[in-house]
């Protein structure tokens, strides 16, 4: 019999993912799709600097791939865990492709903390509890988690101007 891994353990994958996004010149955000029996089937980085891509954001990405792999049936029995909270653009590419649970480490407000007025960053106050609210279906939203807060932020520190 598996066992599944925990929030926290699939929290440290996607931060993991986020690392190689930014060694590979991109903002350090990272995502990972988990299937119902709780395999990693997808993970993703940020790739809007090195693809020039606007809507190059991890969620966003990794949801347009999973819409292509699996069912709508199939992706609201999945969950998204994601280094930082999900911006306004990402929340809408989750709920559009069906994903029935998020997990995040860091919320919007403490990435605002992080970025400042930088440039490549200008974070929404629009956090995806209240995007997915707007909706007609329970998207379960996990996080921020305490217990990753210090690994998420440090992928960040000496990154934003």
């Not at 991109?26 to 809007?48: H, Y």
């Amino acid at each position: 019999m598996k066992i599944k891994r925990s929030h926290i353990e699939y929290l440290i994958e996607s931060i993991a993912v986020s690392k190689q996004a930014r060694k590979a010149g991109n903002t350090p955000f990272g995502a990972i799709l988990v299937d119902a029996a709780g395999d990693i089937v997808l993970s993703q980085g940020n790739v809007e600097l090195t693809e020039s891509n606007c809507t190059g954001h991890a969620e966003r990405t990794l949801m347009e791939q999973a819409s292509k792999r699996y069912s709508r049936e199939e992706l609201w029995h999945f969950t998204l865990y994601t280094s930082a909270e999900p911006c306004a653009m990402c929340a809408g590419a989750i709920y559009w492709g069906n994903v029935g649970t998020v997990v995040y480490g860091i919320s919007e407000k403490r990435l605002a903390e992080l970025t400042g007025d930088d440039e490549q960053n200008p974070t929404l106050d629009l956090p995806c509890r209240i995007v997915f609210a707007q909706g007609r279906k329970p998207i379960q939203v996990i996080g921020p988690i305490p217990e990753v807060e210090e690994a998420a932020v440090a992928v960040h520190e000496g990154y934003w101007t």
